[in-house]
């Protein structure tokens, strides 16, 4: 069966996207009815499909890569519709949470862009983010003096007018026809594993802002917490994976966002205090 222009990303909830498929056939197609859907797919039951998307039936693993064979869906979208059944499927909150994280990282993957390396002077000052972030949206031309005494971290309206030619420079950030700033990608990425000198330079530079913040910002505006823990390196593992799962789904928070008017850092950290060849690093 053709997929046409339905897409499985538009859908958190696999049901509906099954029923949405079989809307959009019975549409086209005049005949077209629960039974043969059915068929089509492989069931030999004519009202499994029904029951399945009215609630009535969950899908085991035999039938869902009949479905996901039948729909022609690519490697992709059949990994975010498995996703899908397992988080509308789960028994426990853990497992309700983690795969929520997966849906959220690869529905995101679709709206990253990756900076590409002539890039990388983005991170060369902690607040060229900020900056990206604190003129979208403002028309120009840009008060450089108020957005300078916006920002906590004292940075100079000569520093601001800097960043913001950079930023153009760079392609982050464009001037539409409306005289309004605009960012050309809603988030950017860099891969999760680079060692770039001047992507720790900046990590650095955030660190000492976050320390600063625990006297400068009162408790009810920020939040720190701290956990001390024993783990073995598969654990170790999936502490990080699942951070960067946790940052991804949060980029999600932010695409749907709407009326913003702060600009914040989140910062997540995970590191070893004690001696192990598992996180040895050579810089």
């Given at each position: 069966m053709p997929k046409n222009n339905l897409t499985v990303?538009?859908?958190?909830?696999?049901?509906?996207?099954l029923c949405a498929y079989y809307r959009l056939h019975k549409e086209t197609e005049r005949s077209f009815s629960h039974r043969l859907m059915a068929s089509r797919l492989g069931f030999t039951s004519p009202n499994f499909l029904k029951l399945v998307m009215d609630g009535q039936r969950n899908l085991g693993k035999e039938s869902l890569e009949k479905i996901t064979q039948g729909l022609n869906l690519n490697k992709?979208?059949?990994?975010?519709?498995?996703?899908?059944?397992?988080?509308?499927?789960a028994k426990s909150a853990i497992d309700k949470n983690y795969y929520f994280?997966?849906?959220?990282?690869?529905r995101s993957r679709k709206n990253i862009v990756s900076l590409t390396p002539d890039q990388f002077e983005y991170f060369k000052e902690w607040y060229y983010p900020a900056?990206?972030?604190?003129i979208s949206g403002k028309t120009d031309p840009l008060d450089?003096?108020?957005?300078?005494?916006?920002?906590?971290?004292?940075?100079?309206a000569a520093k601001i007018r800097k960043s913001v030619e950079l930023l153009k420079r760079l392609g982050l950030i464009i001037l539409d026809e409306a005289k309004v700033y605009r960012v050309s990608s809603p988030l950017l990425?860099?891969?999760?594993?680079?060692?770039?000198?001047?992507?720790?330079?900046?990590?650095?530079e955030v660190l000492t802002i976050a320390r600063q913040s625990l006297e400068?910002?009162?408790?009810?505006?920020?939040?720190?917490?701290?956990l001390t823990v024993k783990v073995?390196?598969?654990?170790?593992?999936?502490?990080?994976?699942?951070?960067?799962?946790?940052?991804e789904e949060i980029l999600q928070m932010v695409l749907g966002d709407t009326h913003t008017s702060e600009v914040c850092h989140v910062n997540f950290q995970l590191y070893p205090i004690t001696k192990s060849n598992v996180h040895e690093t050579s810089f």
């Open positions: 990303f538009d859908y958190i909830d696999y049901r509906l996207y992709q979208e059949t990994e975010y519709f498995s996703y899908l059944v397992f988080f509308a499927q994280g997966l849906i959220a990282a690869t900056v990206r972030e604190l450089y003096g108020a957005l300078s005494s916006t920002l906590e971290g004292k940075v100079s990425n860099t891969a999760d594993e680079l060692n770039s000198f001047s992507i720790r330079r900046y990590h650095s400068t910002i009162a408790p009810h505006g920020r939040e720190f917490s701290h073995s390196p598969d654990g170790f593992s999936k502490i990080k994976h699942r951070l960067q799962q946790f940052r």
